[in-house]
């Protein structure tokens, strides 16, 4: 199917016709789409990171930093766009034809535990980018979009170690924005990964720090502990974009109303303020759309992933509001008719689940064993399966996130930066002579926290 840009900036020539009194409308806007075509022209030009010129050098698809996307975000004003976990590809075509319809500016990303060394998914770091492209270029997407690696989880200095390496070469298959996530360490060592692995983050990228483990209503994040990370960082001229927090919420399947602590979120993003730090909402399934508004319009959230629901629409399984999918009077998926996979691969699908004792929210590791099965699948059903992730995404991007006319505030941005790099949004506040690194074990002794139950908490 072919797509007709909705931003104004495809790559057509446009008819400007003989002018005359009853078309001085039809002019202007002929006007306007040539200088849409002339600004979308010239962010392709500049506005590509050199690792995507290098790897797509004859693309037309606009792949951009992360930062590009948070700073269409703030431009915008109260609004945040979807980082869509493509944990499958009709997931990744959806969501950039939904951001086409919405003229919105978005990030496609796959979390660690999704697409790392040790996936459970048939997309991951390294071929997340030339997905991405490719499918812009088959159906004329024009909207910035950026890719993010997710949660890259660091658990000890042997994750530290692997980093030094692994990351480089994510960056070299095409990422354009990470997420160094060691929320699963102790404060002063969440602090001290994230100084050491941020030489290895080209300045051009985007960049995600977390502060407690999202792992619902226990271990919430504090202020105490949010400003010691980003104060930390700060000093040693380390700008984060986002700040991911523990605010209640969960991955996966939320089994209550308990959510996203909207109060708590304003409050640790107010105590930021001065660091221009916008915030990454994590597990938004359990949440539902008024209180998705609401970190949209009350904090300074401008990045909101979302996972488990776009996998569950893609299949053609029922979700509600909150994205959580519905469940029988026997406890299992309700798959819709004629709604994403055929009834049969549904059948194959939940057949090979209860082999392998897979509960409800362990549905996620279908995806690496079935992604060449969906692929197979006949042309109208592979097409629906798009289709129900992109009528899904396109009412969160203009009904809930305010993302709709993104796309050219982030061309604007690239344009106005002259460069892929649009820099920190902050300078250096803090003094690093008071951030050394037993100043910072001293400090994190003195914080007062709660990080909850252990466990596994992977998105």
């Not at 060592?189 to 050491?196: E, H, T, V, Y």
């Not at 362990?362 to 399966?385: A, I, S």
Request: aromatic residues 6%.
């Amino acid at each position: 199917m072919k797509l007709i840009p909705l931003c104004g900036a495809h790559r057509h020539k446009q008819g400007t016709g003989t002018p005359n009194n009853n078309n001085g409308a039809e002019l202007t806007m002929s006007l306007e789409n040539q200088k849409s075509t002339l600004e979308f022209e010239r962010a392709l030009e500049i506005g590509r990171p050199p690792n995507i010129t290098h790897l797509f050098p004859h693309s037309s698809a606009l792949i951009v930093s992360g930062k590009v996307i948070d700073r269409a975000m703030i431009a915008k004003g109260k609004a945040m766009t979807i980082a869509a976990n493509g944990r499958n590809h009709f997931v990744i075509r959806g969501a950039l034809s939904a951001a086409q319809r919405a003229n919105a500016a978005i990030i496609i990303e796959i979390a660690k535990s999704e697409g790392g060394a040790d996936a459970y998914c048939a997309v991951n770091y390294w071929n997340l980018a030339r997905q991405v492209d490719t499918v812009c270029n088959e159906l004329g997407i024009t909207i910035p979009v950026a890719i993010h690696a997710d949660h890259y989880g660091i658990r000890g200095d042997q994750d530290v170690e692997a980093a030094r390496i692994e990351i480089p070469s994510m960056f070299d298959a095409g990422i354009t924005s990470i997420a160094i996530d060691a929320s699963h360490l102790p404060d002063d060592r969440n602090l001290l990964a994230n100084m050491a692995l941020s030489a290895y983050v080209p300045v051009w990228a985007g960049y995600e720090t977390e502060v407690g483990e999202i792992k619902g209503k226990e271990g919430l994040s504090t202020v105490q502990e949010a400003l010691f990370l980003i104060q930390g960082l700060n000093a040693h001229g380390i700008f984060p974009d986002w700040i991911a927090l523990n605010n209640g919420t969960t991955h996966g399947i939320e089994a209550s109303d308990q959510g996203i602590q909207v109060p708590l979120t304003r409050e640790i993003h107010e105590a930021l303020a001065r660091f221009k730090i916008s915030g990454a909402q994590h597990g938004t399934s359990g949440n539902n759309s008024e209180r998705l508004r609401r970190i949209a319009q009350e904090t300074s959230t401008t990045k909101a992933n979302v996972a488990t629901a776009l996998q569950m629409i893609s299949w053609g399984v029922r979700v509600n509001d909150y994205g959580n999918a519905y469940l029988d009077e026997n406890g299992e998926f309700f798959k819709e008719p004629e709604r994403g996979v055929t009834e049969a691969m549904w059948t194959e699908m939940t057949a090979y689940a209860k082999s392998k004792s897979l509960k409800a929210g362990d549905y996620k590791k279908l995806n690496l064993p079935f992604e060449n099965k969906l692929l197979g699948l006949p042309r109208e059903v592979r097409q629906r399966m798009c289709k129900g992730v992109e009528d899904f995404i396109y009412g969160l991007l203009t009904d809930v996130f305010n993302a709709q006319d993104s796309a050219p505030l982030a061309i604007e941005a690239i344009l106005e930066a002259g460069s892929y790099d649009l820099g920190p949004k902050v300078n250096r506040i803090e003094d690093p002579s008071e951030w050394t690194e037993v100043k910072i074990r001293e400090r994190a002794a003195r914080i007062v926290t709660d990080k909850g139950p252990e466990g596994d908490f992977e998105d």
